[in-house]
Each structure stands twice: as C-alpha cells, then as structure tokens.
C-alpha cells in the first residue's frame, strides 16, 4: 500500500502568515488522485483540495494545492483565524485509499 | 444539503461485535457514483479506511480487516450499516462514515462528525 509521509508534523505559524504543508507518497500517486482534508475537534473533516489541486466547493482560493507523482503541497497563501486545524493528505487512487498521519497547524 | 451521522455504542466488551448505523440526507445512495464508506480514526493515530459500498451495491474492503467486516445498505431508509465482528481494544477508535459523490475513485465529499467507540470490559 502506499505511505504517506506528512511534514512537519506541527507548524507553528501566525495570522497572515504563508503556510506550506508537504505529502510525500511510497510510489508514485495515480492519475494525481490526492486529496487534502481539514479537521478540526468535534467536527466533521473538511474536503479541501482534490485531484492534487482543484478546490472543492467553497473553498476559499487561499488554499491551492500543488504537485504529482510522489511530492504534494497544500499552500495557504495568508492564515486566517479559522485555518488553525489538522490537515491531511490522502490517496484515493489505489487500495486500499491510505492518509497520511498528519500536519497540525498552530497558532504562533 | 448533504449530511452524514453515525450512530453506535460508544462501549463495546471485546470479542463482541460493533454495528454503527451511518444516516445520511441530501442524496440518494442509488444515484450512479454515489458511495459511503468507512473510516476510523484510533487515539492519536492516523486515519485508516475500513470499506466502502457503491451505489451498484458493490462492497470494498480493507484486506487485512475482510473476514471481520460487513457494509450494507438500506436504500429506502437513507441509511449504511457497518458491522465489525470480534472487537479488540485496539479497534477503540473514533468511526466516520464519508461519502463519495463520484464513483469509487474520488474524494470523500462529505463526513459525519464521527463516533468513537471504546473497546474495554
């Protein structure tokens, strides 16, 4: 099955600033098929980001997502408030569908 | 608009047997490409997929979970129900049902908040 490798695994970061968030996979993710979920406590995860870097709906475009084969990025380009969350890749394109552990975004 | 609830004990003895019910709205499981799997997520640990059903009634599973696993759905009620038979502690865990709007490879759209299940006697 394919890994997914998530780092850091906490990034400290304040409002405003750029955050960059890094998927690596085990072999190389089919057809882009990598998604980026938010999640936050007693809340239902959050689709953010699939097919590597199309957004879903509603999503705002500070969040873009970028790369293939074995290297991914979730970007958000200015922090909000709200953004402070746990993000997680996943692969969807082989089985099983596997996640990666994990980048938890704090507040600085 | 689209929701998913899941439902269950929140205790169950091991070697029991764990059923969660996944009720969802806002979209019919007998629409071509919709999907609703099964999701868990144990004490710090990383999210792990158990299953999956489609809308042809096609069921997926976790290889290494297979023989201890059963989905289902009930069209009429809007509802998935996921067996797990002979629970450990190690399956303490929060479960989400998620659903998937686009076939068997997409994205889950949408997620319940989760239930989780403790494993103790």
């Known amino acids: 099955e394919i890994v997914l490798t998530q780092s850091p695994g906490t990034l400290s970061l304040s409002p405003g600033e750029r955050a960059t968030l890094s998927c690596r996979a085990s072999q190389s993710v089919t057809a882009r098929y990598l998604a980026w979920y938010q999640h936050k406590p007693g809340q239902a995860p959050r689709l953010l980001i699939y097919g590597a870097s199309t957004r879903a709906t509603g999503i705002p475009d500070r969040f873009s997502g970028s790369g293939s084969g074995t290297d991914f990025t979730l970007t958000i380009s200015r922090l909000e408030p709200e953004d402070f969350a746990v993000y997680y890749c996943q692969q969807y394109g082989s089985s099983p569908r596997t996640f990666g552990q994990g980048t938890k975004l704090e507040i600085k | 608009q689209v929701t998913l609830r899941e439902s269950g004990p929140a205790l169950v003895e091991p070697t029991q047997t764990l059923t969660l019910t996944c009720t969802f709205s806002?979209?019919?499981?007998?629409?071509?490409?919709?999907?609703v799997s099964w999701v868990r997520q144990p004490p710090g640990k990383a999210l792990e997929w158990l299953a999956l059903i489609d809308w042809d009634d096609d069921k997926y599973y976790r290889t290494y979970l297979k023989t201890r696993l059963t989905i289902s759905k009930d069209t009429s009620k809007n509802q998935v129900v996921f067996t797990m038979t002979n629970m450990d502690p190690v399956d303490t865990a929060t479960y989400y049902c998620?659903?998937?709007?686009?076939?068997?490879?997409?994205?889950?759209?949408?997620w319940g908040q989760g239930t989780l299940v403790t494993v103790s006697s």
């Open positions: 998620a659903r998937l709007s686009a076939g068997t490879t997409s994205p889950f759209d949408f």
């Open positions: 806002g979209f019919s499981l007998s629409s071509n490409g919709m999907c």
